[in-house]
Each structure stands twice: as structure tokens, then as C-alpha cells.
């Protein structure tokens, strides 16, 4: 009884047309091993954006973790559609019905989907949010949870609704976050769980078992979306807050900075330390120590392993760069 069930289910969901909206490395990572690899099944399209979106108005939005799906879609013989602004309701419409969308996947895709267009698929239309939702909805949510010191996030799978990641959940796994995480470790342990969820839960939404948990927006928490400007440092913070600060937004991301004598510069690590404050520091100024960089918080100080300065070497901390920073014996860059 237990193998023909599970015939009946790899059956059911491996004739589907799936459609996944994405623009990210996330949804081509979840794509190609998620999707793709299930045995007969049909990928009937995948909708992305260029690099570099006109949202009107004479403002646009380039996208750091932009993906390539030219040959992901060659290889899995399905059309791709490019998107290069904000798509319509008339948009989307076309789309669902040219590609025959039964159900339909968005992963890491950068505008609302209308409501207008939620009941076309079948079987639907579900979205994967790195959080564990109704927590930390909206943008960015890996680099929100490490700025503000979180120890456990997740993902979840649910279903797209009318207001912003407020659909019903299908299923969720936690993510435990380490001290020693950044943006780049935790964003590869979201997709690899990521992965996990959709394998696992596709094949029962197919069959007709539509797991649903609705959410408890009394609880509910939401965050903006970050731009390369919010990165300026603060240093009227503790040093775990700006270490905080500093490993949710290090590469691939543009990275914290400050500027001094017209120089950007962008701190890309750090480590805390138990190292005192010197007598009459002023928190957001440096020093060196056996030929290590020290950045002074409110509290304590933080080792600077990787800085860029503007015309300087890159990578790391250079003998240059520790230079230019301890002869400067000033405070810079506070933001009030």
C-alpha cells in the first residue's frame, strides 16, 4: 500500500506545469535541484529580470544577487521570460496562460504578486521566505535577523496571499544561526534547507493533501527593504552591535562603511575582543596592536580583519591600512 501511494503521488506531481518567478541565485539553486531532478517532471517556464529594473519614474533597482537562467532554461528545454520593469496585472496574466502554469514557484522575486492572479494556477501559487514566518516578513530578512543578533531563524513554504508574506503556512524548518555566520553562510544554509522543503512537499500539494497553517499576525514583525546607503556605521553602538552589523551586510552585499578624508572606507569582518578601551577613546576611532587593527565601540573594541580603503590595497588589513588609520588618532564617521 505504502509504494503505490507514493506511485500515485510521484504521478500526480511530475505532470504538473511548474512556472517559477525568480530573479536570484536562491530560486536557481532551488530550480536546478528542487525542481528540475524530479522524475517527469515538466518545468513549463521560468520568469526573471534583467539585472538592472526600470521602476518608473526615472528610478531603477540593480540587483546584487542577480542570476543567469539562460542555461538553466536550455538545458530543461522550457521558455524563459525576461522581465525589465515592474509587470501588470496584464503582465502576469499572460504569462500564467501562455506558459499552461498549474502551479507556480516564487523564489527570490523582487515585486508583489497581484491578487488579481492568484487563483490562475490550479494548484496555486507558493513562495519560500527565508524566515520563520509570521516573523520577519517582508525584505532582507538573512541580513535583518543577523543585525539584530538573532540565534534561530528558518524557511518557510507558503501560500502567496493578499498582503505581504501573509499567506497560509505549508511547512517550515528551523535554521539554528551560529556566532561565526554571516550573510553568505547563513544565505547558503537557507537554500540548502530551501531545497529540502519544496522536495519534500510539492509532491503532497500535487496529490491533493494541501497542508495549511494560518498565521498569527498578531505576532507578526516587518522589514524594509536595505539599500546600499543604510550600511553606514553607527558607532555609538556596542561592539557586538556593529559586529552585528557588519556580518549581515559583508559580501556578496556592498558591506558597511564610513568615510574619512574623502576616502569610503568599507569594513568587510570583524572579530570582538576583550580588549579595553584605551583611557579617553572615543568610540568610531582605531588603533593598532602588534600590527592588528582595533575599531573602538561603546564598549569594547572589535579586530578589523578585512578593510577596504578607497585607492588601498584590497582584502584583509595591510600594513598600509593600519597605517593610515592609527596616525589618524581622530573620531570618524560617527552617525548620530
Not at 48 to 56: C, N, Q, S, Y
Not at 116 to 132: E, K, N, R, W
Not at 146 to 151: A, F, K, V, W
Not at 238 to 264: L, S
Request: charged letters at 20%; aromatic letters at 8%.
Amino acid at each position: 500500500m505504502f509504494n503505490q501511494f507514493n506511485f500515485y503521488i510521484d504521478r500526480l506531481i511530475y505532470k504538473m506545469r511548474i512556472v517559477v518567478f525568480s530573479s536570484t541565485e536562491f530560486g536557481h539553486r532551488c530550480i536546478t535541484a528542487g525542481v528540475v531532478p524530479a522524475k517527469g517532471s515538466e518545468l513549463a517556464g521560468i520568469v526573471t529580470t534583467e539585472p538592472v529594473i526600470d521602476l518608473g519614474n526615472g528610478k531603477s533597482m540593480t540587483l546584487s544577487t542577480h542570476a543567469n537562467f539562460e542555461q538553466l532554461a536550455k538545458e530543461s528545454n522550457c521558455e524563459l521570460i525576461k522581465i525589465s520593469h515592474r509587470p501588470s496585472v496584464a503582465d502576469y496574466t499572460d504569462i500564467l496562460k501562455r506558459t499552461g502554469a498549474e502551479i507556480v514557484l516564487v523564489l527570490g522575486w523582487y515585486f508583489m504578486i497581484p491578487t488579481d492572479v492568484l487563483s490562475i494556477p490550479d494548484f496555486g501559487m507558493l513562495g519560500i521566505h527565508a524566515s520563520l514566518l509570521p516573523k520577519y516578513r517582508g525584505m532582507a530578512p538573512v541580513n535583518w535577523v543577523l543585525i539584530n543578533g538573532e540565534t534561530e531563524t528558518g524557511v518557510t513554504l507558503f501560500y502567496i496571499a493578499e498582503g505581504i508574506d501573509e499567506g497560509d503556512i505549508v511547512a517550515q524548518i528551523k535554521i539554528p544561526i551560529r556566532p561565526d555566520d554571516d550573510c553568505q553562510t547563513l544565505y547558503e544554509k537557507v537554500s540548502v534547507e530551501s531545497i529540502k522543503i519544496i522536495r519534500k512537499n510539492l509532491p503532497l500539494i500535487a496529490s491533493g493533501i494541501f497542508p495549511r497553517l494560518a498565521q498569527d499576525h498578531s505576532v507578526a514583525t516587518k522589514f524594509p527593504r536595505r539599500k546600499p546607503e543604510d550600511g553606514q556605521i553607527n558607532f555609538n553602538q556596542t561592539a557586538i552591535e556593529v559586529h552585528n552589523f557588519v556580518r549581515a551586510q559583508t559580501r556578496p552585499y556592498p558591506g558597511v562603511f564610513t568615510m574619512k578624508e574623502n576616502r569610503k572606507l568599507t569594513i568587510w569582518k570583524t572579530a570582538v575582543t576583550e580588549l579595553s578601551l584605551p583611557e579617553g577613546t572615543t568610540p568610531g576611532s582605531f588603533i593598532s596592536k602588534d600590527n592588528r587593527l582595533f575599531l573602538n565601540c561603546t564598549d569594547t573594541t572589535l579586530e578589523i580583519l578585512d578593510i577596504e580603503i578607497e585607492g588601498m590595497s584590497l582584502n584583509s588589513t595591510t600594513q598600509e591600512q593600519i597605517d593610515f588609520l592609527s596616525d589618524l588618532q581622530t573620531t570618524i564617521g560617527i552617525k548620530n
